[in-house]
């Protein structure tokens, strides 16, 4: 059964950085791409960025180019988003997700 489980949300202040973590289990990392998606109270679900692991190929949404940077670490089956200069707006539950499972989720709330 695979399995994702994301952590690193929490609250920031505009400009701030968080490292959300999304560790995998029953399946074949280095075989998958995993995506980063968010969704905020009343918004559509949005792709924020995806990972290929095999050759890291990544791509990202406009809103968050040149501030959020996606990695992997085959060694732990995890994906990292680093997210710096945070704004009001990046505020959503993140979700990580691949071949239709997603995990639970993790609140990232930008605020002063």
């Known amino acids: 059964e695979v399995q994702l489980v994301e952590s690193g949300g929490g609250l920031v202040q505009p400009g701030g950085s968080l490292r959300l973590s999304c560790t995998a289990s029953g399946l074949a990392f280095n075989s998958y791409a995993i995506g980063w998606f968010r969704q905020a109270p009343g918004k559509e679900r949005e792709g924020v960025s995806y990972?290929?692991?095999?050759?890291?190929?990544?791509a990202y949404a406009n809103s968050v180019k040149g501030r959020f940077t996606i990695s992997s670490d085959s060694a732990k089956n995890t994906v990292y988003l680093q997210m710096n200069s945070l704004k009001p707006e990046d505020s959503a539950v993140y979700y990580c997700a691949t071949n239709g499972v997603r995990g639970q989720g993790t609140l990232v709330t930008v605020s002063s």
């Open positions: 990972i290929k692991i095999s050759d890291n190929t990544s």
